[in-house]
């Protein structure tokens, strides 16, 4: 299980910044790269990045100069920070994880998403 | 705009046998697996179909896969109420080098 958790309003211009937990498994499983996506409201989902138990992260060209995501394994957590955010980052954030090798993996696990307003 | 597409809508009355189409191109769709996911607003979005036509334990065989070329499709059988959700197909992306979504199709069950 994966459960999201941060702050639901963030001023723009300012960081935007969540963690996931794992539950029911372990982060350094091998295999798995864990993930964070958005939904910005009546869109698709857009995949924003992923990292791998040893820190190896890939991310979305088109947020990659703004979001940095870490992982804490002794916590069972990943998390995401995305830099100097404006409205249009207002979005419900998901984490999952996204099954090896990526050319042909899925998400198999989600969390439930949170709900993250840029709005001062 | 999703380099994806997927139609906005479709429907069906119970019973009935519905189709979602999923259309991309040689980047994505035509050399990779399409997998599938169900997505009720406000839940956790779940995965439905994986490697273009495998379902996950637990998902029950009403639903099915393919894939030709560069588009794929999902099939619902036997509609059911509880059916009624968002569906998207998903696929790697060279020129994403990352998952690439359709922008989703919202399922009406009349």
């Known amino acids: 299980q994966l459960q999201e958790s941060g702050p639901g309003l963030v001023k723009p211009s300012q960081t935007l910044s969540l963690t996931c937990t794992v539950s029911?498994?372990?982060?350094?499983?091998?295999?798995?790269?864990w993930s964070w996506l958005r939904q910005h409201s009546g869109k698709g989902l857009e995949w924003i990045g992923y990292?791998?138990?040893?820190?190896?992260?890939y991310y979305n060209p088109s947020l990659k100069s703004r979001l940095s995501i870490s992982v804490d394994t002794s916590k069972n957590q990943f998390s995401l920070n995305l830099s100097s955010v404006t409205a249009a980052d207002t979005a419900v954030y998901y984490c999952?994880?996204?099954?090896?090798?990526?050319?042909?993996?899925?998400?198999?696990?989600w969390g439930q998403g949170t709900l993250v307003t840029v709005s001062s | 705009q999703s380099v994806v597409t997927q139609p906005p809508s479709a429907s069906g009355t119970p019973g009935q046998r519905v189709t979602i189409s999923c259309s991309g191109s040689?980047?994505?769709?035509?050399?990779?697996?399409v997998n599938w996911y169900q997505h009720l607003p406000g839940t956790a979005p779940k995965l439905l179909i994986y490697?273009?036509?495998q379902r996950p334990s637990g998902v029950p065989d009403r639903f099915s896969g393919s894939k030709s070329g560069t588009s794929a499709s999902l099939a619902i059988s036997g509609l059911q109420s509880e059916d009624e959700a968002d569906y998207y197909c998903?696929?790697?992306?060279?020129?994403?080098?990352?998952?690439?979504f359709g922008g989703g199709t919202k399922l009406t069950v009349l």
């Open positions: 990292i791998y138990h040893s820190g190896s992260s």
């Open positions: 998903a696929a790697w992306d060279d020129s994403l080098n990352g998952p690439v």
């Open positions: 490697g273009n036509s």
């Open positions: 029911g498994g372990f982060i350094s499983t091998a295999g798995y790269y």
């Open positions: 040689s980047s994505n769709i035509g050399s990779y697996s």
């Open positions: 999952a994880r996204f099954t090896r090798p990526h050319w042909s993996g899925y998400f198999d696990s």
